[in-house]
Nanobody, 122 residues
Framework: QVQLVESGGGSVQAGGDLRLSCVVSPGYIHGATYRAWFRQAPGKEREGVAVIGFGGSTLYADSVKGRFTISRDNYKNTVYLQMNNLQPEDTAMYYC???????????????WGQGTQVTVSS
């Protein structure tokens, strides 16, 4: 059974930083070597934030380029999202996902965590 467990969310002021973590078990999922972060704000669709391949290739949403960095430690089966210079519009539930493409389209991702809340105040 695939499990993804996020941590690291919280409340910060605008301009602050947070680092999210997601432990994936088992570490290898057949056909799903990509790891991604999505987010969903109240009343909005879930949107892709960043995705990373097993070898380190990455893709970012335009809204977070230059501020967020996705990384992974394949030995620890963990994917990270370093979020710098957070803004109120970044407020959302953040979800970790495992999927089969370097894409920010959620249909490529079949396994999801429960989410961790990030709240940014102005």
């Amino acid at each position: 059974q695939v499990q993804l467990v996020e941590s690291g969310g919280g409340s910060v002021q605008a301009g602050g930083d947070l680092r999210l973590s997601c432990v994936v078990s088992p570490g290898y999922i057949h056909g799903a070597t990509y790891r991604a972060w999505f987010r969903q704000a109240p009343g909005k669709e879930r949107e892709g934030v960043a995705v990373i391949g097993f070898g380190g290739s990455t893709l970012y949403a335009d809204s977070v380029k230059g501020r967020f960095t996705i990384s992974r430690d394949n030995y620890k089966n963990t994917v990270y999202l370093q979020m710098n210079n957070l803004q109120p519009e970044d407020t959302a539930m953040y979800y970790c996902a495992a999927g089969s493409a370097l894409s920010l389209t959620k249909s490529w991702f079949k396994d999801w965590g429960q989410g961790t809340q990030v709240t940014v105040s102005s």
